[in-house]
């Protein structure tokens, strides 16, 4: 069976291209063995080129938006997701990156310039109202990534015109009203997901 490079739930297009991550959380379907969201498999046998992506596209105006998602970080590849983001803008699409806002930390340089040429939206993964509680739940692999990340959240808000913060409701020790307090003071957007929800 061929790798599946996009999948399509509702009307969005999403797209694996990576199957690395920043995080190990312990929610992930992922990190439990489970590799498949909606009746699509997402094991990878390669990591995608950007011609491989764009192909599995074909026209991007046919959907309300293309996300970078799957079940890795997409900006862990960040030359490819620009690339290809390009290509979708050039072409008339709506792209939107679902992120854990570690790029910046990752890559040691500011990702945003490059980010908002292309990309319309930015749902970061928040998770936590604080450190302790996103520490136990997404076991970040870098040190200082929730605080990096928080700065991404803030600095993304000045950069792009559409981003969102999100938490899981029903992990243990997860306030989302205080979760929700804090992105608000970060001056972007709050959106809520329900723990076992994928897609």
């Keep these: ?16 291209i990576t199957d690395r991550c920043t995080l190990e959380c312990a929610f992930c379907p992922k990190t439990q063995g489970v590799m498949e969201v909606k009746g699509y498999d997402l094991r990878f046998d390669h ?29 862990l590849r960040l030359n490819v997701l620009l690339e290809v983001a390009r290509d979708i803008k050039a072409r008339g699409g709506r792209v ?7 790029a910046n930390l990752v890559h040691k340089d500011d990702t945003l310039p490059a980010l ?28 200082g990534s929730y605080t990096a990340m928080l700065q991404f959240l803030r600095a993304a808000g000045e950069a792009i015109d559409e981003v969102t913060a999100t938490a899981i409701d029903g992990l243990e020790g997860v306030d989302i009203p205080a979760c929700e307090a804090l992105v608000r003071e970060l001056g972007v957007r709050f959106r809520r997901r329900v723990l076992d929800r994928v897609g």
């Excluded at 069976?1 to 694996?16: N, V």
């Design 1 to 16: 069976m061929a790798q599946q490079i996009s999948y399509q739930i509702d009307d969005r297009l999403y797209l694996s």
């Design 47 to 75: 990591r995608p080129d950007s011609q491989e992506i764009i192909a599995a596209i074909y026209d991007p105006r046919r959907y309300r938006e293309l996300v970078f998602c799957g079940y890795g970080e997409p900006t």
């Design 96 to 102: 939107r990156v679902n992120t854990d806002g570690l």
């Design 116 to 143: 908002a040429e292309c990309v319309d939206a930015l749902s970061v993964s928040l998770n936590a109202q604080n450190q302790e509680v996103y520490e136990r739940h997404c076991r970040p692999n870098l040190p």
